[in-house]
């Protein structure tokens, strides 16, 4: 069973609510800057938690306090729920850090 893909409409309400979140074709990332090193480590760590337990998995960049995330649906074909749900996760995530 795959998931279903996104229409551009939807895409465009996800990221009305994802502020923080850009697009580029049938991607969506954020970067987030940790306060420190270790705090950006953690938040990857918990990021990642989230991600296995969703069984939805992010691309992520480490650039010292620097965490870029992105998100698009390999096996759909670009973005889907999946995404939209894992980017507010995120930044749910990174509001704490």
Known sequence: M???LLSEEEIAKALTDLP???RTG?????TVQAPSFLAGIELV???A???EAADHHPDIDIRWRRITFTLSTHSAGGLTGLDAALAREIDRLAAQS
């Open 45 to 47: 760590r918990k990021v």
């Open 26 to 30: 049938d991607s969506i990332s954020r």
């Open 2 to 4: 795959s998931t279903a």
């Open 49 to 51: 938690e989230a991600a």
């Open 20 to 22: 923080e979140w850009t």
